[in-house]
């Protein structure tokens, strides 16, 4: 289920100046970096980082006053065990000139290393360069790793590149890029109860509106529920066509468990296409495409 609610990330804050970071962690190894998709490019900076520290609401959120979709939430970075700081981006810290970023920056977290990918900006207008962060670290004795872009063929790997190719319906190759499963964590809601009418009860599974979801189809999955571990399934993320459309909903069946998950915070990896959304002419046609696609977990 999708809808307008605010996703909630911890006690960031609203507005006003300063610095404001959520989860610090003074001391450590830091990878700087927006981080809304958490794909092989951007393990590739955490990966020789103690920890990431992102950015929100995102940079062209503040600046242009774009909806950026996210491919991956701070909750669910946070899930997958990531130590994760939050630097909250505002037209205050967006105005900063790059030297006076990092000296806010240096005194507020006290890094003893710097990790970006080669393509890393700051500052005001972007003006700070890989150069000025270098000069930086120098004079504060903060070791600096700048890590070459992951491509995959002749194409660097990008958030924004895989918001395309998801658009695009090319689901595996954006999976690929991601380089792990693709993770929709979400609370379960109740829905209209038709699923267990016809047999199959689902989850409905709340998603913010700003998240990244595949082409409306049917999808393999795993589902992962706090002290039951994780469970195969199908999910279906669309409109239901077959009963009049309406709002897209992600909704996962787990196959032959009886399970009450209304207000439980899940994990839905979701996998492999089965079959893209259609309509059926009867629900018994429905019904038995169903059990065909459960066949094919």
Not at 48 to 62: G, L, Q, S
Not at 184 to 210: E, I, Q
């Amino acid at each position: 289920m999708r809808e307008t609610r605010k996703e909630q990330i911890g006690s960031v804050g609203e507005g006003g100046t300063g610095l404001r970071v959520w989860g610090l962690k003074t001391g450590q190894r830091v990878a700087l970096g927006v981080f809304d998709g958490y794909h092989r490019g951007h393990q590739a900076l955490g990966d020789r980082a103690d920890c990431i520290m992102t950015m929100y609401p995102h940079p062209e959120t503040v600046i242009r006053g774009a909806c950026v979709p996210h491919l991956t939430s701070i909750r669910e970075l946070c899930g997958m065990g990531i130590s994760v700081m939050v630097l909250r981006f505002s037209r205050w810290v967006a105005a900063l000139e790059p030297e006076v970023f990092l000296s806010v920056w240096g005194q507020r977290c006290h890094p003893t290393g710097v990790v970006v990918g080669e393509d890393f900006r700051f500052g005001r207008s972007q003006r700070g360069s890989l150069a000025v962060l270098s000069r930086w670290c120098q004079r504060e004795g903060v070791s600096l790793e700048v890590v070459p872009l992951v491509t995959a063929g002749d194409e660097a790997i990008k958030s924004s590149r895989i918001r395309q190719l998801i658009q695009a319906g090319e689901w595996d190759k954006a999976c690929a890029w991601m380089g792990r499963p693709y993770r929709v964590m979400g609370r379960v809601v109740k829905g209209d109860g038709r699923g267990r009418t016809l047999g199959f009860p689902t989850a409905n599974v709340w998603v913010s509106r700003h998240k990244v979801l595949p082409v409306n189809g049917v999808y393999r999955c795993r589902v992962t529920v706090p002290g039951m571990g994780d469970m195969p399934a199908i999910v279906n993320c669309g409109v239901r066509p077959t009963f009049g459309g309406g709002r897209v909903q992600l909704e996962v069946h787990i196959p032959d468990r009886r399970l009450s998950l209304y207000g439980q915070m899940v994990t839905v990896e979701i996998g492999s296409m089965i079959r893209p959304e259609r309509s059926f002419e009867t629900v018994t046609a429905l019904m038995a495409q169903i059990k065909e696609d459960i066949r094919q977990l």
